[in-house]
């Protein structure tokens, strides 16, 4: 083995553990900004200290609201086809 190319593959190692160590700061930085998006989207989500604010709590209320909502129309259609029938009867002379 010659000098030369003892020096060569020394290069090429010392280039090596750069980019290695260069990937590894790449990787740290995707790392952090990962991290700091699971924080973002878990604050959105949950609102932490302010739970008014997540989304976890909206959904439930509108859900909630939906099922009053469903409730209360469900009522009205009872109430209207009741309506409807005791004034046909009542229109044909029939008294409850």
Excluded: C, Y
């Amino acid at each position: 083995m010659n000098e030369q190319s003892l020096t060569e593959m020394l290069i090429e190692v010392r280039d090596s553990v750069r980019d290695i160590k260069h990937n590894q700061d790449l990787m740290q930085q995707a790392n952090k900004q990962t991290h700091s998006e699971v924080v973002r989207l878990r604050r959105i989500i949950t609102g932490e200290s302010e739970p008014e604010r997540g989304l976890v709590l909206r959904v439930d209320r509108l859900e909630q609201r939906q099922e009053r909502s469903t409730f209360w129309s469900q009522t009205a259609i009872g109430a209207a086809i009741t309506a409807i029938i005791g004034a046909m009867l009542a229109a044909i002379g029939v008294k409850p």
